[in-house]
């Protein structure tokens, strides 16, 4: 909305920004409103969900329809005079509270620490033998990579 400035909600008049202060709201604005089209479509389901329209919802896709809890605060005021605005700020989570991710572990990072063990203990083989990964690297590289080349290349020094 043209007519909201600030840090979300606040309207223009309100705020009495000018200058920097007005463009600076009008930015925060527009990527507030970008961020309210992810959530409505995330909360009704569609298929197709505006991530790239913005790019603080780029930046933030994996946390707000992917597989991480998220969690959202909003801060409302008890000021008779901020009533429409704080109506407005509790809507919008109450959709944003619709939106329901399966939060995971990353198995990945477990599998990654799995192989970095294994790799662990095959440069220790390798150690034992006295032949380093460098040693293995350059033997592939320049004999076409068997297992016996790397060996007799150790051997050879």
Not at 73 to 79: C, E, Q, W, Y
Not at 106 to 116: D, I, P, Y
Request: glycine share 8%; proline share 1%.
């Amino acid at each position: 909305n043209a007519e909201y400035m600030g840090a979300g909600s606040e309207r223009v008049g309100k705020t009495g920004a000018t200058g920097d202060r007005l463009k600076e709201g009008a930015a925060i604005n527009k990527s507030l409103s970008a961020l309210g089209d992810v959530i409505s479509a995330l909360s009704k389901g569609e298929q197709f969900i505006p991530y790239r329209n913005h790019k603080l919802t780029q930046l933030m896709s994996d946390s707000i329809g992917g597989s991480a809890k998220t969690l959202m605060f909003v801060n409302v005021s008890p000021a008779d005079y901020n009533a429409e605005e704080t109506i407005t700020s509790l809507m919008w989570a109450s959709r944003v509270k619709t939106i329901t991710n399966e939060a995971n572990k990353n198995v990945q990072s477990k599998q990654v620490t799995g192989l970095k063990d294994k790799l662990a203990k095959f440069e220790s083989v390798l150690r034992k033998r006295g032949i380093t990964l460098d040693d293995l690297d350059a033997a592939v590289d320049t004999r076409g990579g068997s297992e016996t080349d790397a060996h007799t290349h150790t051997d050879a020094r």
